[in-house]
């Protein structure tokens, strides 16, 4: 778990992005995770290769399993700006089981104190890779990986074994 991320607390109050009819809207995580029970996956970035061949694909194959296990959404937040998160998410998602949101610039990950730079990859500041169970704002678990190249601790089955 991330000393920054106390069980409990809320999550940080931000906006994020997402495209709607091909214009950027903002979204406060306020009213995204009002009153509704929550997975949220954050990844380091669309196209990178452990979020596209594993980390995302593992969450959309698993979607309906964690939907019937009482989530009420399923969302990956991406430092991606959003028109290559959209584009992404058409690649990963077609059929819309997961909500895509961008934290360009980084607001929410460095608010949980999830972000790092990683000049060896040429990919400058991301967010680590996590995962967190909200409900109603409220922080019921975390779980971060300790390198963004490692997929062990934010899997479909690490949720569905608590929920």
């Given at each position: 778990m991330n000393a920054d991320i106390i069980l409990g607390s809320r999550v940080p109050s931000?906006?994020?992005?997402?495209l709607s009819d091909g214009a950027v809207t903002a979204l406060s995580t306020d009213a995204l995770f009002a009153s509704v029970r929550s997975v949220v996956i954050g990844?380091?970035?669309?196209?990178?290769?452990?979020c596209s061949q594993q980390h995302v694909p593992d969450f959309v194959a698993n979607a309906?399993?964690?939907?019937?296990?009482?989530f009420a959404q399923l969302i990956c937040?991406?430092?991606?700006?959003?028109?290559?998160?959209?584009?992404?998410?058409?690649?990963?998602d077609p059929h819309h089981k997961i909500r895509f949101l961008s934290d360009g610039n980084l607001?929410?990950?460095r608010a949980l104190g999830l972000s790092e730079a990683h000049k060896d990859l040429f990919l400058g500041?991301?967010?680590?890779?996590?995962?967190?169970?909200?409900h109603d704002r409220t922080i019921q678990r975390v779980r971060v990986e300790t390198s963004i190249?490692?997929?062990?601790?934010?899997?479909?089955?690490?949720?569905?074994?608590?929920?």
């Open positions: 931000v906006n994020l992005g997402y990844i380091p970035g669309a196209f990178t290769p452990v309906d399993r964690l939907l019937a296990s009482g937040i991406a430092p991606n700006d959003p028109f290559v998160l959209e584009a992404w998410r058409c690649q990963m607001d929410f990950a500041n991301r967010s680590k890779r996590y995962m967190l169970v909200v190249l490692t997929y062990a601790c934010t899997r479909a089955d690490e949720v569905l074994i608590a929920a």
